[in-house]
């Protein structure tokens, strides 16, 4: 995989989870697109699941920030260009 690839899908990953965590904010707001998560059951949701939606949205942008990881943290590691990245365990 060359460093052009590399970066596209950084870039596509990126942009996917900026897409999805500002979707949960919406849902979170009580915007009526409801149907279109949890199961679509409601066109706004709960306030149970609008609550689930805000914490998914947190944790999403803490994961990717590396300040939370679902299987631990382990430190990071430097890019080519010095950049700090997570580490995964």
Do not use: K
Not at 19 to 27: D, I, K, M, T
């Amino acid at each position: 995989m060359t460093v052009a690839m590399q970066q596209g899908a950084a870039v596509a990953a990126a942009v996917g989870l900026v897409g999805v965590s500002l979707f949960q904010l919406v849902l979170a707001s009580g915007a009526s697109a409801g149907r279109a998560a949890w199961g679509g059951s409601r066109a706004s949701l709960s306030p149970a699941l609008r609550i689930g939606s805000a914490i998914a949205a947190a944790l999403i942008v803490l994961g990717r920030a590396g300040y939370w990881a679902p299987h631990g943290w382990s430190g990071s590691f430097a890019g080519e260009h010095g950049r700090s990245f997570p580490c995964w365990r």
